[in-house]
């Protein structure tokens, strides 16, 4: 298995509702990554973890919580978004270093209305 | 500290003609490159990546990029353009320090028939 499963595929929310997004990889990757992608713009970084601990938060806002609650499966929760998170979030594992190029998964497309 | 520098935002080819895609990065330490596609709507695909071994790298679908350390480039080009490669570009490079890549604005890519 060489690939990144996410789900859902698309999501709508409402300003006032929780949900979650989940990402799930076999390849035995030990660093596990949540990415934001803006139209037309390239992605960017929010968490990472690594041996399921986090160890980077690029200072996101409070309202998106990752968990990694083994080391295949890494969730997004999100609670309370904005309109101006709606975005492509994108999930990405790679090995304990990044010399061998992440693996990204074909992402969840979120809008907050 | 890293960053990558694409010098062209939008490509436009014959189809069965040469497509080139120019990178110039800057790191402060021996870099990982790598070249990254993402089609309408979907995940990134690593196109390939250079690691400090071989100076000409060939990736899939026919795309190599070459490493020179003089220029700080790392160019992408592909001898004959198909519809099929009409997407959004990026290229990307990690300086090994930490887990964190610095992608390029990224290039759009259109193949005219």
């Known amino acids: 298995d060489t690939e990144v499963t996410q789900t859902p595929k698309h999501l709508v929310m409402g300003m006032t509702n929780k949900k979650s997004l989940k990402c799930e990889q076999h390849m035995g990757h030990r660093a596990m990554y949540w990415y934001k992608q803006k139209a037309k713009k390239p992605p960017e970084l929010m968490f990472v973890?690594?041996?399921?601990?986090?160890?980077i938060n690029e200072s996101v806002p409070s309202r998106f919580s990752p968990e990694c609650p083994n080391s295949s499966l890494l969730n997004l929760h999100l609670h309370a978004l904005q309109p101006e998170d709606s975005a492509l979030y994108l999930c990405?594992?790679?090995?304990?270093?990044?010399?061998?190029?992440?693996?990204f998964g074909s992402g969840t497309r979120l809008t907050v209305v | 500290a890293q960053s990558v520098t694409q010098l062209d935002s939008h490509v436009s080819v014959s189809e069965g003609t040469p497509v080139l895609l120019r990178c110039n990065y800057s790191?402060?330490?021996?870099?990982?490159l790598f070249w990254y596609v993402q089609h309408p709507n979907k995940g990134l695909q690593l196109l390939l990546k250079?690691?400090?071994?071989?100076?000409l790298v060939k990736g899939i679908n026919g795309f190599e990029a070459e490493f020179k350390k003089s220029e700080t480039s790392f160019h992408l080009t592909k001898p004959s353009a198909h519809m099929s490669d009409a997407a959004e570009y990026f290229c990307?490079?990690?300086?090994?320090?930490?887990?964190?890549?610095?992608f390029g604005a990224g290039t759009t890519v259109t193949v005219r028939a």
């Open positions: 990405a594992s790679s090995q304990e270093t990044e010399i061998y190029g992440y693996t």
């Open positions: 250079y690691t400090s071994a071989a100076t």
């Open positions: 990307v490079v990690s300086d090994r320090v930490d887990y964190k890549l610095s």
């Open positions: 973890y690594s041996y399921e601990k986090l160890s």
């Open positions: 790191s402060s330490y021996s870099p990982s």
